[in-house]
């Protein structure tokens, strides 16, 4: 039968391509179905990674041309523009461009033996007895059937086949626009800026990525309202935004979801594995999901690898992969989850108070030792070990505490 395949993938983001090149390098037979007709686009991410993360994924120093930027540090704002910053001796995170990012990982996997079918949109799978029906459709309206062995969902946040898996998606979402901007002013080119405040980014955030070009990338995400509203509004009125922002032009701006909920409880199915936003493997705090979705997607490339070998394709086999990455980052998801969950119940004002005991209690060189930003749980506990920053631990809590009991 032409159309039976080992291994279907369903969607060329960096979580399907990175699970379908770690596939096909172990020679098993992996195809990617892709709804867009080009990988990359559109891109609605703003692809601030952290250098460690990469480097351990093997894309750091890069290969390929994606790399926009390189930072220090971070300068976090609060609501009425006080801010305070940190900053280490060599750069820890940057800024890819994702068309890129993702065209190499997609090129790795095709190289490695991974097969791409671009413009090809997955409509709905029936699981049969002994393989997964796939039910795919062009732009044209033709449809096909292709019939695998075992499906990676790496559809990302909508989340459609993993519904009609009938496995429970990621219940909270942040709506959010990153956009790129021209005519910046006063910005650090070598630091990403974070602005906190409920008038312009409710439960969330809203960021600024310097690019080498003078460009740069500016974004927020909300849980309630209409991005693009709160963006303008934030450009012209945020009171440190506006002086960078007030001016500045929008060349291009993209509008997506974030799940913010932390893994779902079950990511796996009999025949089916699910990876990266489909499965909500994001930080909550900061809603980055690369570094965290490759991760486990190269985790469920070993048990898909493992599933072929064995011709068991069973739940109870794929089920080591909700296992292995649970065990991987559920401690730092569940410390990030409490602190979004913390974050979102204050109030401008604590917010303002808290940067300003930031401000004064840290010089910007205190977080020396704390560069992880992709398992915060650990670098929590790292943190702990440093007097100050108890300190300020305490203190947030027990803003907290007074936001939670309206004190
Ligand atoms: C505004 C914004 C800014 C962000 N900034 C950052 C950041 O700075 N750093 C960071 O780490 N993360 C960031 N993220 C999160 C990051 O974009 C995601 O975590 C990441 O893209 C997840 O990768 P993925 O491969 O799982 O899914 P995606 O990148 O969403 O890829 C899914 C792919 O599947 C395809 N697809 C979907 N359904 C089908 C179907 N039925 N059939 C065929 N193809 C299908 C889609 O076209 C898409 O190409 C941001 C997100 C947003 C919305």
Redesign the pocket.
Known sequence: MENFLEVIV???????SFCALNIAEKGVNVIV????DEIGFPC??????SIKGLESLGFYPPQENFLENLFYGVRIYSPKGSSFSVRFPSPVTCAVNRALFDKHLSQLAEKAGARYLLG???ERLIHRKEFVEVIASKRTGETSRFFGKLVVD?????C??LRQMGLTPPKTMVY???AEVENVRDIEPDRVEVFLGNMYAPGFYAWLIPKKDGTAKV?LGTRVGNPRTLLKRFMKKHPAASLKLGRAKILRENF???PLSGPIKKAYADGFIA????ASQ?KPTT?????L?LNCARMAAKVVVKAVESEDFSAKILSTYQKDFMKFLGFDVWVMREARRILSLMSDNHLNNFIDFCGKTFAEDSFQGLEEIDFQGRTLLKALKKPKSTLVIAYFMTLIFRSAFKM
């Open positions: 369903i969607g060329g983001g960096p979580s399907g179905f892709e709804e867009h609605h991410c703003a692809g601030h990674l090809v949109r997955v790496a559809e990302g946040v909508a459609k086949i959010c626009v990153n974004g997506h979801s974030i990876v990266g936003d489909a994001v809603g980055g999901g690369v570094i979705g």
